[in-house]
T-cell receptor
Framework: KAGVTQTPRYLIKTRGQQVTLSCSPI?????VSWYQQTPGQGLQFLFEYFSETQRNKGNFPGRFSGRQFSNSRSEMNVSTLELGDSALYLC????????????FGPGTRLTVL | GESVGLHLPTLSVQEGDNSIINCAYS??????FIWYKQESGKGPQFIID?????DKRQGQRVTVLLNKTVKHLSLQIAATQPGDSAVYFCAERGNAGNMLTFGGGTRLMVKP
């Protein structure tokens, strides 16, 4: 079974632009969570989607948003990019919302210049 | 607030020795704990997990111990190998859906 896939793997943007990242969960997994990883703040939870609904949201500004499609694929969007948004964005999926092991994808490395 | 921390940022061990990575957590309501391994350029890889109603769980060469009295979690790796070199994260799941709170990470370095 294929793992969690994320596209693109690398992205370079400039301040003020917006970006959309994509995540395809493991087949059959319906819950998708997003995390931001930076050297300074570590791994921080952004939001979780289950059945196309946002179930939880972390402490990030409204510039960070996401959505989930009926096939469980998810996208996250960051508008008005800031230098501090440079990070590795990780997507994780698990079988049933609220249950157990989350499996991570390889991440999208976003660099904001 | 919720937080998960690690005592040692870097652990260096000799190949073949056992490794112990420790983690402290603060949310007594957390019901599920996970250890992840992250190699350079990759996403976190699941190693082992444990529910709060257990105090020990074993996998292949790895054991997780949970001490709820002192809110402490540890990962033991037996016969550490060079391929075990990575950053290890503990994470806890509280009472907010699937949200995981991660510790800061411990870098494990295995000397040949």
């Amino acid at each position: 079974k294929a793992g969690v896939t994320q596209t693109p793997r690398y992205l370079i943007k400039t301040r003020g632009q917006q970006v959309t990242l994509s995540c395809s969960p493991i087949s059959g997994h319906r819950s998708v969570s997003w995390y931001q990883q930076t050297p300074g703040q570590g791994l921080q939870f952004l939001f979780e989607y289950f059945s196309e609904t946002q179930r939880n949201k972390g402490n990030f500004p409204g510039r960070f948003s996401g959505r989930q499609f009926s096939n469980s694929r998810s996208e996250m969007n960051v508008s008005t990019l800031e230098l501090g948004d440079s990070a590795l964005y990780l997507c994780a999926s698990n079988l049933v919302g609220g249950a157990d092991t989350q499996y991570f994808g390889p991440g999208t490395r976003l660099t904001v210049l | 607030g919720e937080s998960v921390g690690l005592h040692l940022p870097t652990l260096s061990v000799q190949e073949g020795d056992n490794s112990i990575i420790n983690c402290a957590y603060s949310n007594s309501a957390s019901d599920y704990f996970i250890w992840y391994k992250q190699e350079s350029g990759k996403g976190p890889q699941f190693i082992i997990d444990i529910r709060s109603n257990m105090d020990k769980r074993q996998g292949q060469r790895v054991t997780v111990l949970l001490n709820k009295t002192v809110k402490h979690l540890s990962l033991q790796i037996a016969a550490t190998q060079p391929g075990d070199s990575a950053v290890y994260f503990c994470a806890e799941r509280g009472n907010a859906g699937n949200m995981l709170t991660f510790g800061g990470g411990t870098r494990l370095m295995v000397k040949p």
